[in-house]
């Protein structure tokens, strides 16, 4: 057999050898560091993990290094997930005192509260108003930052229960 027909031959196997390689829906693997706060290991967490969307954006799901149960990402650039994060810093209410007050730049999608600011490289959201705080960092390739959401916030409402409590 030539050489020629031999290196065809081999082809389709490196191609399927490379595609299998990237881990799906991107450009390799996603360096995501996972929370380590004590919310990073609750059921609701876990839950989440297992009940997340294969696609967001249409971006494939993705693998993420660390390997971990309380991150995800999608797509490329990656949209990134985190679960049981610290509240952010950047977390203003108008009227703390109001039960229920929304905070200050934040967004409901599909009924979840989410609290964002804008960075560098995109907009970074975490959830309000429920029992672990969900992160999703959305880079600035999308026009609409918070149309990602639309795609967890089904998964978000089923798994982590509501609460009135910015604090929590």
Known sequence: MSAYRRSLLCLPLALAFAAGCTGGGGAGRVEVAAPTTPDAGSAACLALHE????TVMDGARRKVTPESA????????AI??????????????IDPDKVGSEPVDSVEVN??????AKFDGGVRF????????????VPN????PAAPLVDVADAVTRT???TL???A
């Open 165 to 167: 409590d910015l604090n």
């Open 126 to 137: 975490t959830t309000v108003y429920r029992r672990v705080r969900v992160e999703m960092t």
């Open 80 to 93: 990134v997930l985190r679960c049981g994060v610290e509240r952010p810093a950047s977390l203003r209410v």
């Open 160 to 162: 982590n229960p509501t």
């Open 70 to 77: 309380v991150t995800a990402a999608w797509g490329d650039p």
């Open 51 to 54: 009940a997340l969307p294969p």
């Open 111 to 116: 009924g979840v509260v989410w609290a964002f």
């Open 141 to 144: 390739k999308f026009a609409e």
